[in-house]
């Protein structure tokens, strides 16, 4: 089945690049901070990337005047904002990757602290917000015009969601879990069923896990390749039968005992999920903050974040917590997951809690997570620093070139510039991971031709250039990332699947042009139909990406 083909390389550039890779805890490169914008006018607390190369952003409607006006004099006029009842300023803006500009967007009631995912067709829904915002649902749907804006769908959710999570399913409807005082769950779209039919669900597992300072708010959700749900909330998780309101199976504790959810802030990725290698589920939760912070915060004294990480095997028979340590404590931190199958950890305060005015001491320094390292004193590596805070509120996405985008930035309930610790910040970052440095740019692959289109389990070919190309089978993979919708420390919808290879070759006559055979995902469990940026990945240097549809 396997074909590969030897090929004649010079491997000496080759051969020194690979061997830092893997000698090395450290390469020479730390990564890259580059400013995009001193101010875009809001506070992005929320971004979600699309697959016409736009990042929506916003805040939320009752922060006050943000520093963006609307366009064309627009204002929106809202009786019950808790801040304004007449404010000209948008808060929300669609930023364009390509051209490094953005616009201002209209939203006309409260986003504060809400959830989204992206449907098949590429259409954003976020769900919910605070106050007028609670139970709305609002759609955006990308344009290449530039015309498109958000529209709203009032009173659309049955029950007010409010630091609730979501996850795209494998049918293409969006499950919503939680929220404040919410122990239940519903979907989008509502089930148009008999009315008879309940449109929320109750779920116990809330209502347990929700102590005197909650600390299960925006609950980790991730899809797992058998469709069950995986739900993380405080320090416990289990498996869950959304169509049936079942648990499938409760996995132990989280070993050290301290909670990981709002506001207890850490973060979790589902691991990539690799059909070429055969699939094991892997869950990975990182920092957060341990019990009582949120507490002593809010009474002045700011309690060192957790510097654990914890992974589980879910697919196990008797799965058990592994630890790991991190080199830095972390609450507020953002896991994303990386082209190449490494998690970037970043954003956060390695003293107090999530909510207003609760975490000191920025820590600006993002952490590499190697998740295949076999050797644990590798785990880690510790990156450049960027000079700007990233507190409450702020968010990151990855991009298909790569990088990741940060933003946000509000630990108050206004926007605030002065006299306070750590300003609103409506600056716009991007972090290059190490693996752009131009020191790899003899490995790094470019892809030249590929199937937008991906069936479940039909093959099609990608066709790259690399110069210095390893014939090694292990060294080259081809993976595909789902965007995330990114907030308050977790990035919802984030899915990476590394694609089966039937086979591998050189294509005759054109010198360093490969091309490879790959089977779409397997099923719509493991990669649920949608948008999803695929990269090509050789000896660990991502290609950048492109925009595929599956399913
Ligand atoms: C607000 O925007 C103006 C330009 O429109 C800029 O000069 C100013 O610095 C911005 N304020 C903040 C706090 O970013
Ligand atoms: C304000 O809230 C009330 C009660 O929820 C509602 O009836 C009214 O329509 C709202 N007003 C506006 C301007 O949204
Ligand atoms: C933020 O600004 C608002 C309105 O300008 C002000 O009332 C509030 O006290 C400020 N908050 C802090 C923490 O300084």
Redesign the pocket.
């Known amino acids: 089945m396997i074909n590969f083909l030897l090929l004649s390389l010079s491997f000496s550039i080759y051969h020194s690049l690979i061997s830092s890779q893997s000698l090395l805890p450290f390469g020479s490169s730390q990564g890259e901070w580059q400013l995009l914008h001193a101010s875009i006018g809001i506070s992005p607390m929320h971004m979600q990337v699309l697959h016409n190369n736009k990042v929506i952003m916003f805040d939320r409607t009752d922060f006050g005047l943000s520093n963006l006006s609307l366009p064309g004099g627009r204002c929106r ?4 904002d808790t801040a304004l009842e007449t404010d000209c300023t948008a808060h929300s803006v669609l930023y364009d990757i390509d051209t490094n500009s953005f616009r201002p967007l209209m939203v006309q009631t409260d986003t504060w602290c809400s959830s989204g995912s992206v449907l098949p067709d590429g259409t954003l829904v976020q769900t919910g917000g605070y106050n ?1 915002g609670d139970r709305v649902v609002r759609t955006f749907n990308p344009c290449m015009n530039d015309d498109c804006d958000w529209v709203e769908f009032p009173q659309y959710l049955s029950r007010r969601r409010w630091y609730s999570s979501n996850q795209i399913l494998p049918d293409g409807r969006v499950i919503i879990v939680g929220g404040r005082g919410q122990f239940n769950y519903e979907f989008y779209p509502r089930s148009i069923e008999s009315s008879s039919f309940s449109l929320f669900f109750s779920f116990n597992f809330l209502r347990d896990t929700a102590d005197e300072y909650e600390n299960n708010l925006y609950p980790f959700l991730h899809l797992l390749p058998d469709g069950n749900l995986f739900i993380f909330a405080n320090t416990r998780s289990l498996s869950f039968d959304y169509n049936q309101n079942r648990v499938v199976r409760e996995f132990p504790p989280i070993i050290d005992g301290n909670p990981r959810n709002y506001p207890s802030s850490g973060s979790s990725v589902l691991l990539p999920l690799d059909e070429f290698k055969g699939i094991e589920p892997e869950i990975l939760v990182c920092g957060g903050a341990p019990k009582g912070s949120y507490y002593q915060a809010t009474h002045g004294v700011f309690i060192s974040g957790s510097s654990t990480c914890g992974r589980l095997k879910v697919g196990q028979e008797n799965p058990s917590w592994v630890m790991e340590q991190m080199p830095i404590p972390r609450v507020m931190g953002d896991m994303i997951l990386l082209p190449n199958g490494d998690v970037i950890i970043i954003n956060g305060a390695e003293l107090g809690a999530a909510g207003w005015e609760n975490g000191r001491g920025p820590i600006t320094r993002p952490v590499l997570y190697r998740t295949y390292t076999e050797r644990i004193d590798w785990r880690f590596s510790v990156l450049s620093a960027s000079p700007r805070p990233r507190m409450y509120h702020s968010s990151v996405v990855l991009v298909p070139d790569g990088r990741v985008i940060v933003g946000g930035s509000n630990p108050h309930v206004y926007y605030n510039f002065t006299n306070v610790e750590y300003p609103t910040d409506l600056s716009l970052e991007a972090f290059n991971p190490p693996y752009l440095s131009a020191e790899y740019a003899p490995i790094r692959p470019r892809i030249l031709s590929f199937d937008n289109n991906i069936g479940y389990g039909k093959t099609f070919s990608v066709r790259f250039t690399v110069q210095q190309y390893s014939t090694e089978r292990f060294l080259l993979s081809i993976r595909i990332v789902a965007p995330s919708f990114t907030t308050h420390s977790f990035a919802m919808n984030q899915r990476m699947v590394v694609l089966k290879m039937n086979s591998n070759s050189n294509i005759a006559g054109i010198p360093s042009t490969y091309e490879v055979s790959v089977l779409g995902p397997s099923t719509a469990q493991i990669a649920p139909p949608g948008y999803y940026m695929l990269f090509v990945v050789h000896a660990n240097i991502p290609s950048p990406g492109v925009w595929v549809k599956i399913g």
């Open positions: 006029h809202d009786a019950n007028d």
